[in-house]
């Protein structure tokens, strides 16, 4: 309970002071798997809350806010969606990887990966070539374009961290940053904490798929499903 009293403390500062306007829930991809433009199309407003208007909100509106605002921003300026990057780009290390290994290395699902796979195939950030090797696999080559992109991703990403430290103050994002890697465990490092508390329900189909090594860097929810893994 410390631990998540302590998110929701930090997230409360920051949080608060967003756009009321924010839908309660996670980035909604649509073209693009970009999180701004389902918005219009969906309509989506904020939930309303017979709370009164000082009220604590409560932590999943934190959590979903906070983490719309810093998609909005990225996606503003990058132009890219930032769960492609997220999840896509920044694994072509060594500007190619194999598709199969996609699922496995994002934590994301199939279908997200072929969607997210097309999408960069077609705006020429990269180019699906057969493996080398001879196996069945395809490997995902990034273009000069693709390999920009992901550098961009990558510095963006630290210029909107900074931009927000001289908005929110240091101390907040400091707190905000080391609830989050107490929660979701650090970057290059299983997420322990958070990934324990995923007991799926043995009846439902997705308790008879593998679990994930991962979890997503960016959530997938896709237009026309609900889980953060595009799935």
Not at 50 to 69: C, G, H, I, M, Q
Not at 173 to 189: D, Q, T
Request: aromatic share 4%; charged share 25%; hydrophobic share 40%.
């Amino acid at each position: 309970m410390d631990e998540i009293e302590g998110l929701r403390e930090a997230l409360q500062t920051v949080g608060g002071q967003l756009d009321t306007g924010l839908p309660d829930c996670l980035p909604i991809l649509g073209y693009g798997l970009l999180s701004d433009n389902i918005l219009p199309a969906k309509h989506l407003r904020g939930a309303v809350s017979n709370e009164p208007v000082d009220s604590p909100l409560p932590l999943a509106t934190l959590l979903a806010r906070t983490l719309l605002a810093f998609t909005r921003d990225f996606e503003r300026e990058a132009g890219l969606s930032l769960a492609i990057c997220a999840n896509i780009l920044r694994l072509a290390d060594h500007d190619k990887i194999a598709i199969r290994d996609l699922p496995r290395l994002s934590g994301v699902s199939k279908e997200a990966i072929a969607m997210s796979v097309k999408f960069l195939e077609k705006t020429g950030h990269a180019v699906i070539e057969a493996d080398p090797g001879g196996s069945r696999s395809k490997i995902l080559h990034l273009t000069p374009e693709g390999r920009a992109a992901r550098d961009r991703y990558h510095k963006l990403v630290r210029e909107i961290e900074l931009r927000w430290v001289a908005r929110y103050g240091e101390q907040t994002l400091l707190r905000l940053y080391a609830s989050l890697e107490r929660l979701a465990g650090l970057p290059n490092a299983p997420a322990q904490l958070l990934m324990s508390g995923m007991t799926l329900y043995p009846d439902g189909w997705r308790a008879a798929v593998p679990k994930p090594d991962t979890l997503p860097h960016q959530p997938m929810v896709l237009h026309r499903g609900g889980f953060p893994d595009g799935s």
